[in-house]
């Protein structure tokens, strides 16, 4: 789960919020999504393409071989459709393996309201991504909404993702994250692949993910730096929820690092380091309907993996912040894509 095809970041609101502001006083005052869409739409497809394969090298680094990336800060047919081109491109030309997410409904655009946005999203959107899906010349495995109190709706949500599985897309989309919204029974009705953050899950909402088999996807990222309720990885686990481990890499959670994120999980979240390293692996690739391929060293998968400098392995999360000295190399397919520099005479 990461948001990495972006321009303009947001240190400003980063200040604005330890100063006390909300995620939502800023997203309704204009700022949050707003202020980086207007920046997207602004810029071109080689200045996305360059800063978001930096954001890959650093994620790869800290030994992400498979990413999800949304779209998202484009709102308008238009810019989503440069944000999917991007993304392709760096499928085509990079060695991350990427899963792509059309997450046109993650705001309601200026002078829209969500049901003008849904019905846009859903008689124009939709059909031309079918399309250029059909003929090739983009890849989007996922459809994503942002179902919250003043964005989309539970009803918008239900249309949109209803929508986007009639063209062949997994669902895969953000809930219950400020406001319980029902979002996670939506979803296991819907047959959804996966739900992020679920902070404000409700106990029927775990009950029903889980005899869905639907990935909760956990941010811990965001609830820290939101200072928001934790997810309850706990009671999700012991209730056979298939728990996932997301960055959420995005202009409000300024984080690359799952080693990080594991760290977080087990501290904030009070996962077992061997819950935490699940989470992050084999979970992570359910979550995007890749494990049979992804997430386990294993006969018949693809091989990626990373080879650290410790003599256990819980030192990756142990260390935080420690990655950078500890992953020695990074292996996609077989080839070591990265191997870390030593500096002479230490
Ligand atoms: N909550 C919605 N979307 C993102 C944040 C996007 C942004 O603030 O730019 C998330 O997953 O945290
Ligand atoms: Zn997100």
């Not at 060695?95 to 705001?107: K, L, P, Q, R």
């Not at 992804?294 to 420690?322: M, P, T, V």
Request: hydrophobic content about 40%; overall charge neutral; charged content about 20%.
């Amino acid at each position: 789960h990461t948001h990495p095809v972006w321009a303009g970041d947001r240190v400003h609101e980063f200040a604005m919020k330890l100063a006390g502001a909300s995620y939502m006083d800023i997203h309704q005052a204009g700022g949050g999504i707003h202020f980086t869409v207007e920046h997207t739409q602004k810029a071109s497809e080689e200045e996305l393409f360059n800063t978001f394969r930096h954001r890959l090298l650093r994620m790869l680094r800290a030994g992400t071989t498979l990413v999800e990336c949304k779209s998202g800060y484009g709102l308008n047919l238009e810019t989503e459709l440069k944000m999917l081109r991007v993304i392709e491109q760096a499928r085509q030309l990079l060695d991350s393996n990427i899963s792509s997410t059309y997450c046109g409904a993650h705001s309601v655009p200026k002078g829209k309201n969500a049901t003008e946005a849904t019905d846009d999203i859903i008689n124009n959107h939709l059909p031309k991504l079918k399309e250029l899906n059909l003929n090739g010349e983009i890849h989007v495995n996922n459809i994503d909404v942002f179902c919250e109190k003043g964005v989309f709706d539970l009803n918008c949500t239900r249309r949109i993702l209803q929508a986007g599985k009639e063209i062949g897309l997994q669902i895969n989309f953000h809930g219950d994250e400020l406001h319980p919204m029902k979002s996670a029974e939506l979803g296991a009705e819907l047959g959804a692949q996966a739900i992020s953050h679920l902070e404000e899950i409700s106990d029927e909402g775990i009950a029903a993910m889980a005899s869905a088999k639907c990935a909760a996807v956990l941010l811990p990222t965001t609830a820290y730096m939101l200072r928001l309720k934790q997810p309850q990885a706990r009671k999700m686990l012991k209730e056979g929820v298939i728990v996932a481990l997301g960055s959420d890499f995005n202009p409000n959670a300024y984080c690359y690092s799952m080693p990080m994120v594991m760290h977080l999980a087990c501290v904030n979240m009070k996962m077992s380091m061997k819950e935490a390293l699940a989470a992050a692996t084999i979970n992570a690739a359910y979550a995007l309907g890749r494990s049979h391929m992804h997430g386990s060293i294993e006969n018949g998968k693809q091989g990626d993996l990373i080879i650290i400098n410790s003599s256990r392995w819980e030192h990756l999360i142990y260390q935080f912040g420690g990655h950078q000295e500890l992953i020695e190399y990074v292996i996609v397919k077989g080839k070591v894509i990265y191997k870390n520099e030593r500096v002479m005479g230490y």
